[in-house]
């Protein structure tokens, strides 16, 4: 019997371990108040994204959902407003796999919203599924995706700076190595989708340094942040069915919950005075050291250089990539539930603008069509 006692003391002592220093996280503070300022946050019908969009909206943001499915997204504008009190929370379609979709989600966020202080690059993926394209679907969602849309609405992060860009990453990122002759090949095998995981959160990495070095004076400050081990739909979206009731348990017991994942991409968009960490790797709410490959800034300009080529960027213009169709209707955007093109909306009306920049002030904007879902 005392035995049996000091092993279930131990058990506990060791589980009092793991959720002090893994499970738990750190609060979240920064700026109280953030109303007349706007929020894109990408992924935000669940998980942390749904968290992170919460709170922004709870601080008087107003919050852009931008999702790929519209009946999710609708769904959790829905409930955000619904449980924040703040009827400024609304839907846009987004698919960062479809580079027309980002272009198309980027014309009509400039025409619609004057003002953009935060951008937060949630939404990932951590396998391709039965997904099959012609390039690496992982690197498309978790980078090339985001680094296309941040460079789309530069010019309104610029005119409403300081702003601030926040690109969520992972432990991962320590696992990876670029290879920049094979960077956009298709992953074949979980041991691909493995190691091209690791990769892309080692872009993220490597993105926020670089664009922090290509912003330096503009007020824009970006920030790469890991969320910790969250107990989210990406831990469990491609475990095998029967084996998922036998991680939830454990998932609940070792995992954070999503609210306590948003902590840290909270403190990056909101903690005053840390705008000289700019380009900085965040854990737990505090700048943490990354390996000698995720602050080689060598390696952070040529994947700059060679994300331009993967998102269609030529100099000075936006061009439009070999796997995306030429647009015929501008504005337009495919719907995940449907094989045509519908029209973007948002699941609101704009509200009158609260002190907020002339839209004249956009350079251009890009009118495109998105492909249909296979």
Known sequence: MEALLLGAGLLLGAYVLVYYNLVKAPPCGGIASLRGRTAVVTGANSG???MTALELARRGARVVLACRSRERGEAAAFDLRQ???NNEVIFMALDLASLASVRAFATAFLSSEPRLDILIHNAGISSCGRTHKPFNLLLRVNHIGPFLLTHLLLPRLKTCAPSRVVVVSSAAHRRGR???TRLDRPVV???QELRAYADSKLANVLFARELATQLEGTGITCYAAHPGPVNSELFLRHVPGWLCPLL?????????APRGGAQTPLYCALQEGIEPLSGRYFANCHVEEVPPAARDDRAAHRLWEASKRLAGLGP???AEPDEDPQPED????SSPSSPHPEELTVSEPHPSSQSSPDLSKVTRRIHVKAEPEP
Not at 248 to 256: E, F, I, S
Not at 330 to 333: E, K
Request: net charge neutral; hydrophobic share 45%; proline share 7%.
């Open 178 to 180: 670029l290879d920049f």
């Open 316 to 318: 000075g213009e936006e």
């Open 330 to 333: 501008p504005g337009a955007l």
């Open 189 to 191: 095998g979980w041991r």
């Open 83 to 85: 449980e924040s009190g």
């Open 48 to 50: 942390i994204g749904k």
């Open 248 to 256: 939830r348990p454990l998932a609940w017991l070792v995992l954070r």
